[in-house]
């Protein structure tokens, strides 16, 4: 059973719909398609082909100065020094979130989109991180506009789930 009001913002999360012969259902206001992220992260570690690759950007440090992944840029060293504990585990894993919308329709007069949330492990080669297999469509949020400052609210089944870890 699912709860009739949201649990950030308290506004009632369906409305009802007549759908004719005196019979009614409940619509929800707003939608997100959510994809579990954990059990595809959990299959990088079971592969035999990336298994050994979510550990590079701990074995193959580059010398200073020289920035070819992300892993050798002041702000992940900056949070290993911060987070001494999570850096000294290589199999730990590093997320980068992307999120971009488009129009389905091919039309921009339309007030119509979809937001997208893509995951990418950057424990991968460089060469690896960026590719197709390895990017992970996790949320899908169809809506007439951009999510702005309420994307927190979607990804709070993703920040539930890694939170479980």
Same mark, same amino acid.
């Given at each position: 059973m699912h709860s009739k009001e949201c649990r950030f913002c308290y506004k009632p999360r369906f409305h009802i719909q007549d759908v004719g012969r005196g019979k009614y259902k409940e619509v929800p206001i707003k939608r997100r398609h959510y994809l579990p992220l954990i059990p595809r992260l959990k299959r990088l570690y079971a592969s035999m082909s990336s298994a050994p690759h979510m550990r590079?950007?701990?074995e193959n440090r580059r010398e200073p100065r020289v920035l070819c992944h992300p892993s050798n840029g002041e702000a992940w060293k900056h949070f290993d020094k911060?987070?001494?504990?999570f850096a000294t585990e290589p199999r730990n894993v590093r997320l980068a979130l992307f999120s971009d919308g488009f129009s389905p329709f091919n !039309? %921009?007069?339309?007030?119509?989109?979809?937001w997208l949330v893509i995951f990418t492990p950057y424990n991968l080669p460089l060469e690896l991180c960026m590719t197709t297999p390895f990017m992970f469509l996790t949320l899908i949020i169809p809506m007439p506009h951009s999510?702005?400052?309420?994307?927190?609210?979607y990804l709070?089944?993703?920040?539930?789930?890694? !939170? %479980?870890?």
């Open positions: 590079w950007h701990h911060m987070y001494h504990e !039309n %921009l007069t339309s007030p119509y989109s979809c999510p702005k400052g309420k994307i927190g609210v709070q089944p993703l920040i539930d789930e890694l !939170n %479980l870890y």
